[in-house]
């Protein structure tokens, strides 16, 4: 008897799902090293960049179903390097945990396939966040990747969303939505051929994300960042941005869990709010 | 007689006007070096990505008017370094000749502001482009640097643009318009008041090209790509975009002048590539 054909990777949402279910947490934890944040212990380490998100991560993975680094927060201080031993080590040690890269990238089909090759090829990660400003040629190329998630800005949680995201837009049948739901029609209708998109929706907004979990169904993840530091109410997100699973939802954290102390405790008390915040989200489930 | 202090260094408005005026050129080079399309010399050269930028810029610097390199071109081959070393280079041998740093980043406030180091205190760029999608929030830290440009995506030259960006959408006065003139609108009156703002319009779009100059007046640069390989029309480009002083466009060309050769003759062949370009420009001016 021959052996079976290898089973290939998982694709994103099937890992996330899983994760989902085994250990029981919608919390995704953020790493934004800030410059001048840095704890007390690492503020003279050469490598603090990936000190500073190794420690963070092993501390927290227990309770998270995801890490999310935000890429701009590397390349300001030139270290690249740092992100791609960081998702290494992720990916080495915590194997059942995917990386969403938050780089929020959109341009022209040729040079998306760049930067697809960036996200997927040389940082691995498993997901990347992605503008649609620019329509879907410029998505294509991070959703060719069917093993791959792709998760595309829809409401985001800042002050500014209104200016655009919230505009009306008139349909051809005769009614008027706002733009983030325009652009959560096409994601759900148009783009999403491969199964692999996800949305962000702001915590802030929860009325909004309850608008695009109905337009969207209970299959799409939302990527759901503002809890922490932005404020986002916890119970007021689940209430409305919950499937009827009980899951399908990626609850991001940043600033809350990595700041959680300057000091020698940094990561344990990255740890503790990191526990704490699964464990509010689970109880609002 | 005390000396006199030292006049500040002059922002990219007043830059790019200068160098329009004194070389006569409107011509933009875009740079953005494909992995697979190194010219036969370079092919080997582990620093190939600055080299063939060094040689792009040192053989075009005559016909144009600024340097746009894209970012994600360099990023997915993990070539920061090149990318620093060929801005410090333009900076040094062309002084007069602004590069925008084609990056099209867009998050939240808190990390635009990493995105703002990263463009103009790491790569030391004059100008950076910027997404829209997410509002003014997301633009501030980019435009509270007065010295330097900011070109905010209006109508983009691929075909997925009209997905969102040609949305009708409904105005308070009760006429409906495409969500790209929405933008035009806001940036020209909400956004620019250190006057350092830019739009990206596609030069596949020549009407609407002429619809955003009429929103937003004489003073605002339009930075059009699209002449070359995507086969925009250069006389439209110009009878629609140009302002009062015939000037008021960065146009620009990449993939046309970089790989015009493919052999020993890259540099040469990009030369006389970018002053048929610019010559062409100046004949429909």
């Given at each position: 008897m021959s052996a079976a054909p290898?089973?290939?990777?998982?694709?994103f949402n099937a890992r996330l799902a899983a994760r989902w279910r085994d250990a029981d947490t919608l919390l995704c934890v953020g790493i934004d090293p800030e410059p001048?944040?840095?704890p007390a212990p690492l503020v003279?380490?050469?490598d603090r960049a990936f000190a500073f998100g190794k420690a963070i991560v092993d501390a927290t993975a227990e309770y998270a179903c995801a890490f999310k680094p935000q890429i701009a927060h590397f390349a300001a201080q030139g270290a690249e390097d740092a992100l791609e031993r960081l998702i290494a080590h992720v990916h080495a040690k915590h194997p059942g945990i995917a990386v969403i890269l938050d780089a929020k990238r959109g341009d022209i089909g040729s040079t998306a396939q760049q930067y697809a090759r960036e996200a997927f090829?040389?940082?691995?990660?498993d997901a990347v966040t992605a503008n649609p400003y620019l329509g879907s040629d410029s998505l294509a190329p991070y959703l060719a990747h069917a093993d791959k998630g792709v998760v595309v800005l829809c409401?985001?949680?800042?002050?500014?969303?209104?200016?655009?995201?919230?505009l009306p837009v008139a349909g051809s049948d005769g009614t008027t939505r706002p733009l983030y739901q325009r652009v959560a029609e096409k994601a759900a209708r148009d783009w999403n051929d491969n199964g692999n998109l996800s949305l962000v929706v702001g915590a802030t907004w929860p009325e909004q994300l309850g608008e695009v979990r109905a337009i969207v169904g209970g299959d799409i993840p939302l990527l759901v960042p503002g809890i922490g530091a932005q404020g986002g109410d916890v119970q007021a997100v689940l209430q409305h941005g919950l499937n009827a699973d009980r899951t399908g939802l990626i609850i991001s954290s940043s600033r809350a869990i990595l700041y959680?102390?300057?000091?020698?405790?940094f990561a344990e008390a990255a740890a503790r709010a990191a526990r704490e915040t699964r464990d509010r989200i689970n109880r609002h489930r």
């Open positions: 290898a089973s290939p990777m998982p694709g001048g944040r840095y003279d380490d050469p090829e040389r940082f691995r990660a409401r985001t949680s800042n002050p500014g969303a209104a200016d655009l995201q919230d959680a102390s300057s000091g020698a405790d």
